[in-house]
C-alpha cells in the first residue's frame, strides 16, 4: 500500500540554526498537507501543497512539493524555541480515501 | 465556534472493561476520523466516516467500534480494554478527504492497566 515516509525522526538544533524535515511517498500525490503538533497538544493543520513544484511560505516555514509530486519538504529557518514540536507531513494518492500521514519529525530546540 | 470537542480528556480503564469515547463537530464537516497516537509515534487511523450512517474501518479497528448517527457526532467505543489499547485518541474532521485540512480535537489519553 502507499506509504508516506518522513526523515529525519528527530532533529535538536541550537535556536537560530535551521531546520528540514523531508518527506517521501511511495506513489505519486495529489496534494501534500502539513501538520504541527505541540508537546501535549493536538495535530495543527498548516497548509496545503497542490501543484507540482509549487513552493508557499508562511514566515519563517517555506514548503515545498517536488516536481514528480512524490516528495515534499518543510524548512524552519533560524528556529526559535516556539518551533519545537512534530512536524507530520500527509499525503493523499488518490486510490485511497483519506490522508496517509508520516510518522513526523521531532524538533527540539536549544535556547 | 468550539471545532471538535472531544471527551473525556483523561481515563484510566481496567483490563475487561468498557467505555465511549464522545467526538462532536460544530463546522458541519462530513468527513470524521479517529485516529490513535502511541508514545513517539505517528497517527494510526482506526475508522472514518464520509458522513451520517456511513462507517469504514481504517488502518487498526480491531477492538473498536463507530457509529455516526448524525453529522454532528462520532462516539468510539471501546470493548474488553486491553492494555495494547494504551494510548491518546484524536477525533479529527474535514470538509472532505482531500482538499481541506484536518481539524482535531484535543485528544482523550486512554490508560489501560
Known amino acids: 500500500g502507499q506509504q508516506v515516509m518522513q526523515i529525519p525522526q528527530y532533529q535538536h538544533v541550537q535556536e537560530g540554526e535551521d531546520f528540514t524535515t523531508y518527506c517521501n511517498s511511495s506513489?505519486?500525490?495529489?496534494?501534500i498537507q502539513w501538520y504541527k503538533q505541540r508537546p501535549g497538544g493536538h495535530p495543527v493543520f498548516l497548509i496545503q501543497?497542490?501543484?507540482?513544484?509549487e513552493v508557499k511560505k508562511q514566515k519563517r516555514l517555506t514548503f515545498q512539493f517536488g516536481e514528480a509530486k512524490k516528495n515534499s519538504s518543510l524548512h524552519i529557518t533560524a528556529t526559535q524555541t516556539t518551533d519545537v514540536g512534530t512536524y507530520f507531513c500527509?499525503?493523499?494518492?488518490?486510490?485511497?480515501?483519506?490522508?496517509?500521514f508520516g510518522k513526523g519529525t521531532k524538533l527540539s530546540v536549544k535556547p | 465556534n468550539a471545532g471538535v470537542t472531544q471527551t473525556p480528556k483523561f481515563r484510566i480503564l481496567k483490563i475487561g472493561q468498557s467505555m465511549t469515547l464522545q467526538c462532536a463537530q460544530d463546522?458541519?464537516?462530513?468527513?470524521m476520523y479517529w485516529y490513535r497516537q502511541d508514545p513517539g509515534m505517528g497517527l494510526k487511523l482506526i475508522y472514518y466516516?464520509?458522513?451520517?450512517?456511513?462507517?469504514d474501518k481504517g488502518e487498526v479497528p480491531n477492538g473498536y467500534n463507530v457509529s455516526r448517527s448524525t453529522t454532528e457526532d462520532f462516539p468510539l467505543r471501546l470493548e474488553l480494554a486491553a492494555p495494547s489499547q494504551t494510548s491518546v485518541y484524536f477525533c479529527?474532521?474535514?470538509?472532505?478527504?482531500?482538499?481541506?485540512?484536518?481539524?482535531f480535537g484535543s485528544g482523550t489519553r486512554l490508560t489501560v492497566v
Open positions: 466516516s464520509v458522513g451520517a450512517g456511513i462507517t
Open positions: 501543497l497542490v501543484k507540482s513544484g
Open positions: 479529527a474532521s474535514s470538509y472532505d478527504s482531500r482538499s481541506y485540512g484536518y481539524t
Open positions: 500527509a499525503g493523499y494518492g488518490g486510490s485511497q480515501g483519506n490522508l496517509i
Open positions: 463546522m458541519n464537516h462530513n468527513y
Open positions: 506513489t505519486t500525490l495529489s496534494n
